[in-house]
């Protein structure tokens, strides 16, 4: 995740935005984190301040200004040496990537043919951070910053890459159903552009409570509600979300941290904190 | 003179010729194993000869009370039943609740060791005139709860009674001691009683025992009085631990048809509150309006321990006029891990599990690899069928009869019974060291599947609890490593000193500086000047004493992992994301967990850390 951009644009850091009581940064990490299976590392500017960010986020600094995202590419494939081989690298200001989106990209790396880099040419771009790497690109990243040809069609020149377009990424079933404009790659720049953003609806996740949690007057469900956290979802149902109470996205992750980023098609499991017995 | 909350003396009773001696406990002992499973841990090192028959005359069978036994602390009226298990070959340790936990301790003892065996059925009598035997001969057969019925009436007054059920006459591996209603549940105790020619013990208090700081102990009897009826528990209060059912469920951690996968279409229908259409609409799909589930159907009261305040026991109709308490575990193995989802055979097979006096966890997993072996064609039996409730209670008639072939087979719990049957039944019976599964699918829980293959009980969710890191949103209960095995030493230290203070671990929620608030309890009932780093040590030392006295009996590293079929067979979750424990995965856990217990690589104390166990 590059966080340590310029944000000349917007005229204050994208990552620290706020995004329905969390913010851009902790938002794209925790969809991120969720997506991909391993480590997160989070790119930043030397010196800069980054807004609260999940336990297990790796934070590495971007040791040269100003050499573009390739530099911020490079930094990034360098610490994830070691813990995986294949990476969703993007920028901070996707308020609606998509978990299916990530996946539907990190497949591509996948099997015995598979290219180096899964580019999507999406909404008619060229999407290069929001794309799928080989970890292993991270020397010929590194080379290309010294060499100072620093864009990212100098990389796509040096290795295999796979472009996918609106097609080929509404081809996966579960990103045409969930995200079927392809949001997941609409960024924001300026600050009109991230107040037409924020103005948009939260994303229609479904809600269920199981057990003590259920009482008159806060049924059990499931039923729909528009929340971009997790701690946004037990406010639309009415449910205090405190120490006693434990959060299960889509049956798997589980988690007490209230800032969890929800994206559409979500469930929502709220269980009691004290479980077994 | 002793501390407060404790006699200083245990009762060591021989019910071969009905003699008794006092064994004089020194404070040390009490300080550092405190009572309960931690006492017990260590009357059996110190009263049971190495290599004991578990049904043997020789093998002792510890009844241990606690110094919170009798206070005004709530949840406190508990005690522990500790043996050498005839199901594992291990230290069993099992705890049941109420009167008989007050009047045994009030009969002048920290506890009451029995070891022979009476020369005829027998009730053992033990209260402030001494110890006596009474002949039983006209209890044989009677169900635990009929035998606690007919005794009091006809001792009076006063008295409570321990007993087993014709299973545990009869010598079932799994069969449980009981005390009005409550089971010392887990590793055959009742065998073990039963062994000794007991049918019940029936205790009368006719002591007294003072605490050290009478007020300080009465202001924190309000407190964790006022704090029991918070949010903590509001669980156990609402629907009690059967809450579990549905949630699991939805989390993929329902082990279900013994293991091969972890949700359960049919789970609505026993869960006790009311299901979304989808979780009822069963395995067949079908849609419309929500078929009656259990909690609709049977739930008619709710009840509690002596001397507790939560209240976490429902009961439920279960046709013919009986009643049940129900807990998730015992629908659990009785419903999913046998693909059972009819409520009226669940409640029934619950039912007839405490008629006969017999562990519903291990008559479920035991039911369940039968039917597994059945269906591949490794036991002859055509009938036995993973669905279907006439099987699951035609089985657990054989079971508790021991009469047939099968049965008496299935008696012998999983490990024994795979022995025989061979084959690669081994591969899937549901057990650790001998001690059949609990409701906690480990390939989706890693801290908890840690947890169960270390325990020294077995597979053991409450001695462990390492359920709770999995489910802590702190880890991902997918991805076990070293931060699972730290968690997993937590959890089982926090349960190491509530299962020997003693205090319901229902409890545990409304602590947010556990051994620190547990230290002061500690210190107003005893005097002594407790911490909570002292408490963490003494978790430290229970634990250890307790894989000692394994390793003594005969434990092997081997022992301490899962079976096969967990780390070879991966499941999906319904988000996509597999959920597979692999065997090198078990391995790195269990050494990280060595390694902070301060064991060698082979899972063994090094010497130098036996010094302080005081054995």
Partial sequence: MLAGGRSSRMGTPKAALEWHGSTLLRRTVGIAGRSAGGPVVVVRAIGQDLPPLPQGTIVVDDPREGKGPVQGIAAGLAALRGHAETAFITSTDLPFLHPAFIRRVLCELDGPDAPDVALPVARGYPQPLAAGYRVALAEIAERLVKEDRLRPAFLFEECAVNRLDDDALRADPVLAALDPELDSVLNVNTPDDYQAARQRPAPEVTVQLFGALVKSGRPGGPRPVRAATVRGAADAVNLPFDRHVTAALNGDQITRDGLTPLAAGDTVFFLSADAGG | ?615
């Fill in chain 2, 1 to 615: 003179m002793a501390p407060g909350g404790y006699f200083g003396q245990a009762l060591l009773v021989d019910v071969t010729d009905g003699t008794s001696v006092t064994l004089p406990l020194p404070d040390e002992v009490l300080r550092a194993y405190l009572g309960g499973a931690g006492l017990g841990t260590w009357l059996l090192h110190r009263v049971g000869p190495p290599g004991v028959d578990p049904l043997g005359p020789g093998a002792p069978l510890a009844f241990v009370f606690s110094p919170l036994v009798g206070t005004p602390l709530t949840t406190s009226a508990k005690f522990a039943v500790v043996a050498k298990s005839p199901l594992t070959g291990m230290l069993t340790d099992a705890l049941a609740s109420s009167q008989f936990a007050i009047a045994g301790k009030l009969t002048g003892h920290d506890a009451i060791v029995i070891t022979g065996r009476a020369a005829v059925p027998s009730v053992l009598l033990a209260d402030a005139d001494g110890v006596r035997l009474l002949d039983a001969a006209d209890l044989a057969g009677l169900p635990a709860a009929d035998a606690d019925t007919v005794l009091r009436d006809r001792l009076g007054r006063g008295w409570r009674v321990a007993a087993i059920g014709p299973a545990g006459e009869r010598g079932i591996r799994y069969a449980t001691i009981s005390h009005d209603g409550r089971h010392a549940g887990r590793g055959g105790l009742g065998a073990v009683m039963g062994a000794k020619n007991l049918k019940a013990i029936a205790v009368r208090a006719g002591s007294k025992v003072a605490v050290s700081d009478p007020p300080a102990v009465l202001a924190a009897a309000r407190d964790l009085r006022e704090r029991s009826f918070g949010p903590a528990t509001a669980k156990y209060r609402e629907l009690g631990t059967l809450a579990n059912l549905l949630a699991f469920n939805a989390i993929s951690a329902l082990p279900t048809r013994n293991f091969a996968a972890a949700t359960f279409a049919g789970a609505g229908r026993l869960s006790g509150e009311t299901p979304a259409p989808e979780a009822a609409a069963g395995e067949s799909g079908a849609s419309g309006p929500a078929p009656a589930n259990l909690g609709e159907m049977r739930r008619v009261a709710r009840s509690s321990c002596a001397s507790c305040t939560i209240g976490c026991e429902h009961i439920y109709r279960v046709g013919g006029g009986k009643k049940a308490r129900v807990e998730y575990e015992n629908v659990f193995a009785l419903g999913p891990m046998c693909g059972v989802s009819d409520p009226d055979a669940v409640l029934a097979a619950s039912a007839r599990c405490d008629e006969f006096g017999i562990d519903t966890i291990s008559a479920g997993g035991t039911i369940a690899w039968a039917m597994e072996c059945a269906e591949r064609g490794l036991i002859d039996a055509p009938w036995l069928r993973f669905g279907d409730p006439g099987a699951l209670l035609r089985a657990l008639e054989e079971i508790g009869e021991a009469a047939t072939p099968l049965g008496s087979l299935l008696a012998t719990g999983s490990r024994a019974a795979a022995r025989t049957v061979g084959g690669d039944s081994a591969t899937f019976a549901p057990h650790v060291k001998g001690l059949e599964m609990p409701g906690y699918e480990p390939r989706t829980l890693h801290a908890m599947a840690l947890g169960l293959a270390v325990n020294a009980r077995g597979a053991d969710h409450n001695r462990s609890g390492a359920y709770e890191a999995d489910l802590s949103g702190d880890l991902d209960r997918l991805d076990g490593g070293d931060a699972h095995a730290a968690a997993a030493v937590e959890t089982e230290d926090r349960a190491a000193v509530m299962d020997s203070m003693i205090l319901c671990k229902f409890l545990r929620g409304v602590f947010t500086d556990p051994f620190g608030e547990w230290a002061a309890l500690l210190s107003a009932v005893t005097g002594w000047d407790v911490t909570g780093t002292e408490l963490r040590e003494t978790a430290r030392r229970i634990v250890l004493a307790k894989r000692v006295y394994n390793i003594r009996e005969g434990w092997q590293p081997a022992d301490d992992w899962l079976p096969g079929r967990l780390l070879s067979e991966p499941l999906k979750l319904p988000s996509g994301r597999e959920a597979r424990l692999t065997p090198a995965r078990l391995r790195a856990m269990i050494d990280a967990y060595y390694e902070l217990r301060g064991l060698d690589g082979a899972g063994r104390p090094h010497k130098d850390s036996l010094a302080n166990l005081l054995l």
